[in-house]
């Protein structure tokens, strides 16, 4: 089972999610919290597979939560969803340079929530199909001189294609490789880049200009 914990102020909206979770055969919801505090608590004692944290939370925002749970320095981060009704550039930002798996907006809904679930745990990410370019474009000022940090051909390639947000089959589909190639590639980058997620690769990939 993967185990799920959510955190958001609105009962409404952690019931909500909870019945979302609790409808897929093989997720559970093993917590809720309704404040960033309790959040962070919760999840270091109860280790769960992935959090879905709202950033506006009292006593203890979702953004700072998420850099206690997996942001650098973290020896053993929690995978996190951040889920919100605001898509700030500062917000995305914050969430992906702290380690964040995902950033959905609450409006996405149920399928695209389950999924965000599933590409944590698969060591994926996503993030709402709605803001991915816009967010992604913006992440830093351009950089004037592209350094591609030492990527293979056929790495840049898997790194142009996992920034426009395809899944590693879809990768693998496009360009005619195993998904088991797929992977190798994308640790390879990882190690590369220093990058901790495929979020942080995406957003090289973008910063650096190589997608457009």
């Known amino acids: ?7 958001d102020d609105q009962a409404m909206v952690r019931t909500g999610f909870g019945m979302i979770i609790g409808a897929q055969p093989d997720m559970e919801v093993v917590g809720e919290a309704a404040d960033g505090v309790a959040a ?13 944290l709202d950033i506006r939370m009292p006593r203890l925002d979702g953004l700072e939560a998420l850099r206690l749970l997996a942001g650098p320095g973290v020896v053993d981060p929690v995978k996190v969803v951040v889920v919100t009704t605001f898509d700030l550039d500062e917000y995305v930002h914050t969430a992906l340079r702290n380690g964040a798996c995902g950033f959905l907006l609450k409006d ?9 679930v599933r590409a944590a745990v698969s060591g994926d990410a996503l993030i709402s199909p709605s803001v991915t370019v816009r967010l992604l474009e913006h992440l830093s000022p351009p950089t004037a001189a592209r350094d591609e940090a030492g ?6 390639d898997v790194v142009r294609l996992a920034a ?5 089959a879809e990768i693998a589909a496009q360009l005619f490789i195993a998904v088991g ?14 990058a901790r ?16």
């Open 197 to 212: 997620n495929r979020v942080e690769i995406a957003a090289w990939a973008w910063e650096h200009r190589l997608v457009g």
């Open 151 to 156: 990527l293979s051909p056929r790495e840049l």
């Open 108 to 116: 996405s809904g149920p399928a695209l929530l389950v999924e965000a």
């Open 40 to 52: 962070v608590e919760l999840a270091r004692r109860l280790r769960p597979d992935v959090a879905l």
């Open 181 to 194: 190639t797929v992977k190798t590639h994308l640790a390879s980058v990882q190690t590369k880049l220093g």
């Open 1 to 7: 089972m993967i185990r799920v914990l959510v955190a």
């Open 164 to 168: 426009r947000g395809l899944t590693n």
